[in-house]
């Protein structure tokens, strides 16, 4: 008999990994080989590399597990130290922040631009790319000037 909802078992589960992945995220080291990947992912898209592309999907994946790693504090990355936790700081107070009109913006921006952005890098489309580098740095001024009492 098929209710259409998960048991609860599987529910408490998936909130489990969730939040295990969650937390491993907020470690420096796994949030540096994240951001390395996506970092890679367009070169890949771009260059229509399979080997970039493997490496991208990898070290995401490589980010969820537990790494065996000293910690940071203990190896010369150690400088880096203050500026990752301000970073990773920033990413966990956006997600723990609520579901406003303004999240929910970026969250639709984000799932429509990223998709829309690798199809573009795929068919080496520059054009409007830089079209939505651009307006997203116009949109980044004009919010600073209002900040400043500078009316456009």
Not at 72 to 96: N, S, V
Not at 128 to 141: E, K, Q, R, T
Request: charged share 20%.
């Amino acid at each position: 008999m098929d209710t259409g909802h998960f048991p609860s078992g599987l529910r408490e589960r998936a909130k489990n990994i969730a939040q295990k992945l969650r937390l491993r995220r907020r470690m420096p080291w796994n949030w540096c080989l994240q951001t390395a990947s996506l970092g890679i992912l367009p070169f890949g898209l771009v260059l229509h590399s399979p080997a970039l592309l493997a490496l991208a999907a990898i070290g995401l994946a490589a980010g969820c597990l537990d790494l065996p790693l000293p910690p940071m504090e203990h190896t010369d990355m150690k400088r880096f130290l203050p500026g990752l936790e301000r970073l990773i700081g920033l990413e966990c107070a956006w997600l723990a922040g609520p579901l406003d009109r303004r999240k929910k913006r970026q969250l639709v921006f984000l799932g429509l631009g990223a998709p829309i952005a690798a199809w573009f890098l795929w068919q080496q489309d520059f054009a409007p790319v830089g079209l939505v580098v651009m307006a997203a740095y116009l949109l980044h001024i004009r919010r600073k000037n209002r900040e400043d009492g500078i009316e456009p």
